[in-house]
């Protein structure tokens, strides 16, 4: 084919792609505009069932009560694609570059911080906004600062220390929804007044499972152990 | 237009943008970048409209669900990131061209 005839088939692919694109889009605009003003969804059964659920905070109540099993599921989620990236290859030991002197002295005041703040979200989760995912989220944050701070990861930590947290999470939730199936009957079911608490432990392993794992995602490729090199 | 309807239409233009993006690049990057600003419309959207109830208070389960689809994303951005490191090292480049798919 002509360079011309290949010029004037690509640009019709691409007008006739930026059509569809916009009549889909004005497809959904339509579908939005149609929706009614006011939709109460599921939040007044969650208001009445919020004496039980064992925290003040809707979002968390939904998570780690009402819909508890989405959130377990979820932490499956985050586990098969921390093992998706690990089968890919192995992570190298070194750095390529050496971390930058102002990085390394931000990071040392940083990740204290960071860390305290995870735990502040985590326990702040039960009454307002924040819980397990968000201060996963601050505590990896901390944890890929310390990443690129450092010339090389902790290898001595990357063998079973680090398994065990990566497992903490998704092992707690399970383990307490297992025992609540003997306990009261149905898996993930809460008794009245040991919610809150039993929304604490597993939140808390979340976090730093969650943490860890994102943090380990940013190696890239399986984590190398043994003793220290 | 209610600040719901705004927040929710600015959520279909980014998925509508993000969709040509996906489809035109053929850098393996820029797709998953792409996907990502998807993603993020779809969150704008289910965010926008768990906020027409008549109190205060949002509806809590599109929250819930988009707190952990942000990490779920971004795990999946991880794994998508490193199958792209994976198919640079063997094929030498970031695309999936004619050659390789056979």
């Known amino acids: 084919m002509s360079v011309a005839g290949r010029r004037w088939r690509f640009l019709l692919f691409r007008w006739v ?25 599921l939040s007044e059964q969650v208001g ?15 998570l780690l009560n009402f819909r508890g099993y989405d959130t377990l599921l979820e932490m499956a989620v985050l586990l098969v694609a921390l093992l998706g990236v690990w089968s890919l290859g192995a992570a190298e030991v070194h750095r390529k570059v050496d971390p930058e002197p ?25 009454n307002a906004p924040g819980g397990a995912f968000q201060a996963g989220s601050v505590l990896a944050a901390a944890g890929i600062l310390l990443l690129l701070s450092s010339k090389r990861y902790p290898v001595r930590l990357m063998g079973w220390p680090l398994r065990v947290v990566l497992l903490l999470g998704l092992g707690a939730f399970t383990v307490v929804g297992m025992i609540l ?23 808390a392993a979340a976090t730093l499972s969650i943490g860890v ?14 003793p220290y090199r | 237009m209610s600040t719901v309807l705004l927040y929710a239409l600015t959520g279909t233009g980014l998925f509508t943008l993000g969709l040509y993006a996906l489809i035109v690049h053929a850098h393996l990057l820029r797709k998953i970048l792409a996907i990502n600003v998807m993603g993020s419309g779809v969150f704008l959207v289910l965010v926008a409209l768990g906020g027409r109830t ?5 509806d809590p389960v599109p929250h819930a669900m988009v707190i952990t689809g942000i990490v779920v994303a971004v795990s999946a951005t991880a794994l998508a990131l490193a199958l ?14 004619e050659e390789s798919r056979e």
């Open chain 1, 181 to 203: 199936l003997f306990v009261s009957g149905g898996f993930l079911q809460y008794p009245s007044g040991l919610a809150g608490a039993l929304i604490l432990f597993i939140e």
């Open chain 1, 213 to 226: 794992t994102l943090a380990a995602l940013f190696l890239g490729g399986r984590p190398q152990s043994g």
């Open chain 1, 17 to 41: 792609l930026i059509l569809l694109l916009l009549a889909m889009a004005g497809g959904l605009g339509y579908a939005l505009l149609s929706l009614p003003d006011q939709a109460i969804g």
């Open chain 1, 102 to 126: 102002v990085l390394s002295l931000l990071v040392g005041g940083l990740a204290p911080v960071m860390i305290l703040m995870a735990g502040y979200l985590l326990w702040v989760g039960a």
């Open chain 2, 54 to 58: 008549s109190g205060a208070v949002p």
């Open chain 1, 48 to 62: 009445t069932n919020m004496e039980t659920s064992g925290v003040q905070n809707p979002v968390t109540a939904v």
């Open chain 2, 84 to 97: 792209l490191l994976r198919v640079q090292a063997a094929t030498g480049r970031a695309e999936l061209t």
